[in-house]
């Protein structure tokens, strides 16, 4: 599928992130394999890719905590692999969720912690960081220890000293894993805030197709190592003219019948419904959209409802990464 890329369209001359031709090997697997990728301040991209694409590997060589096997990072004016100290202060990461947090100290000593890592005097910023924490809901248990908080309030621990740092490039793994729907929104409106606001240029992996559609500028799928699509939500949603359709007709519909609509029609799934029988049917245009209609009609099928549903970027993202529709 060729779509055309966002770097492409950016040039990327003030990119806050550029990756250019990164491959990572292990052994015999090329977990990252040639990906070109530029993040600008202020955009929000999603990474997707089903379980061992290389989404994480990304990440890590973007941070400078693996070593590519070829290929470049640049992070503001930082060369990466040449200079990794220096883009250790461009850019910040939660990764494997609230690991990386103290959790002997209290919530607030973690902040201000990570904040002194940065080169920040953290009795400068009593009033950001209480503002920090109020915002994600910690305000209450700012003093208390990590230990003794729930798995969500960890993972917020853990994003609030990601944040503390305050650095122009925010990489997030997984940042909505574990949190509970008011947890999930609060956090989702967070991240759009900090790049809407703060201009930061936010990274983030998830397999919640709801956060990426609702919080990011763009997506950028990996396969198998590969960047199977680049571009706007939008445009990946657009990629797939196809729509599918639920349809319920009145009463059963014989073997022989049945047998036919999915060779003819592709017709996939077949539930019982309260009105008679329901299927699911993915048609490419409206030539097919009529071809099946005609033909449930010529069979004395009784249609009862068609319904078109909306495709979103799941489903583009399970074409994109051959894992048929929905
Ligand atoms: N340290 C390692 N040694 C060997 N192979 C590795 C190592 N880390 C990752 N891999 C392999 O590299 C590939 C990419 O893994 P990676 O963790 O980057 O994928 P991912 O997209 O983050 O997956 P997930 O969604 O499951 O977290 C996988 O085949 C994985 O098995």
Known sequence: MSVETAQRRRGGAQAAVVIEGLTKTYG???????????????????LLGPNGAGKTTLIKCALGLLVPTAGSVRVGDVDVLADPAPAYRHASAMLEGARNVYWRLTVRENVRFFAGLQ?????????EHAALLDSLGLGERADDAVTDLSRGMKQKTALACTLA???????????????DVGASYDLRQRIRRLADEEGRAIVLSSHDMDVVQEVCDRAVVLNEGRVAADGSVEELVGLFDARAYRVTVAGALPRDVRDRLERDHGVERWFHAAEGLRFEVTLADSTALYALVEDLRETDVDLVSMTAVEPDLEDAFLQLTDRGVR
Do not use: Q, S, Y
């Not at 015999?28 to 955009?43: F, Q, Y």
């Not at 080169?119 to 009033?127: C, L, V, W």
């Not at 740092?165 to 949190?179: A, I, K, M, Y």
């Open 28 to 46: 015999d697997v090329r977990a990252v394999d040639d990906v070109t990728l530029n993040v600008d301040p202020g955009e929000v991209v999603g």
């Open 165 to 179: 740092r305050e650095t122009p490039v925010v990489f997030l793994d997984e940042p909505t894993l574990g949190l």
């Open 119 to 127: 080169g920040i005097d953290p009795r400068t910023r009593r009033e």
